[in-house]
């Protein structure tokens, strides 16, 4: 959580903005529950699994969702143009209008470039031969929490030229005491989603450490259901 306080933070977007996450693993729904915790008012998530997006949808988690399709590109200018749709989807889910913040939670290159583009309010390069979504502000902001891909090729143009701020996320620096906050309110405040529901396996002993991890690096566990996060009580 605290990771996700800041991230949102390092933001700086005012109340009621719009914001596009990423990924919705465990760290992409802490970072929805802080923007939410912060007055962000129309959060969109995006992932490739239907049933997390389903799971953030179920338990108040988004305001709406995307599914992103798994593309093989066979070039960079492929995989450019795979992830601009991706944005104009995405766009789209917010009135045609570009978000004002977009936290990536993935660290895969074809979401860093599609929230790129998202942000970015210049005509895109390469072009695609459809008409985008025109965007109404300049000057988004990507932030990069998610831990990756560490060599990508990226649309620096199209953060560049609209100036689109790229910022890093490397932890958290003093934000416990509102992480607390959060935590309490998880459940008991409407405009905070309870981060309880993304504990979906608990395992109770020090022996149980293997199968937990064993666990923890599926997305579905043995029995078809949904895997996000893993712990172990002792």
């Known amino acids: 959580m605290a990771v996700a306080v800041h991230a949102v933070n390092k933001a700086k977007a005012k109340r009621g903005a719009s914001c596009v996450i990423t990924g919705a693993g465990a760290v992409g729904l802490l970072c929805v529950t802080a923007a939410k915790a912060a007055g962000y008012k129309h959060v969109v998530l995006a992932d490739i699994t239907q049933?997390?997006?389903?799971?953030?949808?179920?338990?108040?988690?988004?305001?709406?969702?995307?599914?992103?399709?798994?593309?093989?590109?066979?070039?960079?200018?492929?995989?450019?143009?795979?992830?601009?749709?991706?944005?104009?989807?995405?766009?789209?889910?917010?009135?045609?209008?570009?978000?004002?913040?977009?936290?990536?939670?993935?660290?895969?290159?074809?979401?860093?470039?599609?929230?790129?583009?998202?942000?970015?309010?210049?005509?895109?390069?390469?072009?695609?031969q459809t008409k985008r979504a025109q965007a109404a502000r300049q000057g988004g902001k990507v932030i990069l929490v998610g831990m990756g891909?560490?060599?990508?090729?990226?649309?620096?143009?199209?953060?560049?030229?609209?100036?689109?701020?790229?910022v890093g996320v490397w932890r958290y620096a003093n934000c416990y005491p509102r992480s607390m906050e959060i935590m309490e309110a998880a459940g008991k405040d409407t405009d905070v989603p309870d981060v309880r529901?993304?504990?979906?396996?608990?395992?109770?002993?020090?022996?149980?450490?293997?199968?937990?991890?064993?666990?923890?690096?599926k997305t579905k566990d043995e029995e078809g259901r949904l895997v996000i996060k893993t712990v172990v009580e002792m």
Not at 67 to 90: P, Y
């Open 51 to 128: 049933n997390r997006l389903d799971f953030a949808v179920q338990h108040g988690f988004a305001d709406a969702t995307h599914r992103l399709e798994v593309h093989k590109a066979n070039s960079i200018e492929e995989g450019l143009s795979f992830s601009e749709e991706d944005a104009m989807a995405l766009i789209a889910q917010n009135a045609n209008n570009r978000f004002h913040v977009v936290f990536e939670c993935s660290g895969v290159e074809s979401c860093v470039r599609t929230a790129i583009y998202v942000s970015s309010d210049l005509p895109w390069y390469p072009l695609q």
């Open 149 to 166: 891909t560490p060599v990508q090729t990226l649309p620096i143009s199209a953060a560049a030229n609209p100036e689109v701020d790229l």
């Open 197 to 217: 529901k993304i504990i979906t396996h608990r395992f109770s002993g020090l022996e149980s450490v293997p199968a937990a991890f064993g666990v923890a690096a």
